[in-house]
């Protein structure tokens, strides 16, 4: 994997913040939709999702301060690329699903997450 992390600008980052909320907001009413039961079997889900949302709902500078070198962070301007919308949450939650524990504090789980893409 390349060193190089690409920059983005201001608009960029809006888009990218409005589209990981947007995520969690389709997430919310997939739960809704599916009841009490299906919320308390996901429940681990809806956790990492809004400890990795928590991240993207400060000041949009401080979103690209703390995220602008988190290479997975960044992938999600490869999905509003290719796909019109944000898969990060889904592919968090898939990737830290896969961890025996987790830290349940936002900052840290994009840290890890920054550090396991280093390592593949």
Avoid at 39 to 50: C, D, E, S
Avoid at 87 to 95: I, N, S
Wanted: hydrophobic share 40%; charged share 30%.
């Amino acid at each position: 994997m390349s060193g190089k992390i690409p920059t983005f600008n201001e608009h960029q980052w809006q888009q990218a913040q409005q589209a990981v909320a947007d995520e969690y907001e389709e997430y919310l009413e997939l739960l809704r939709k599916n009841g009490v039961d299906y919320t308390i079997k996901h429940a681990r889900q809806l956790l990492i999702y809004q400890d990795l949302l928590a991240e993207w709902n400060h000041k949009l500078s401080t979103v690209t301060s703390d995220l602008e070198e988190n290479k997975f962070a960044l992938s999600i301007f490869d999905d509003l690329k290719k796909q019109k919308k944000s898969l990060l949450l889904q592919r968090g939650y898939e990737h830290i699903a896969k961890w025996p524990d987790f830290n349940p504090t936002p900052l840290t789980l994009w840290l890890e997450l920054a550090e396991d893409v280093e390592i593949l």
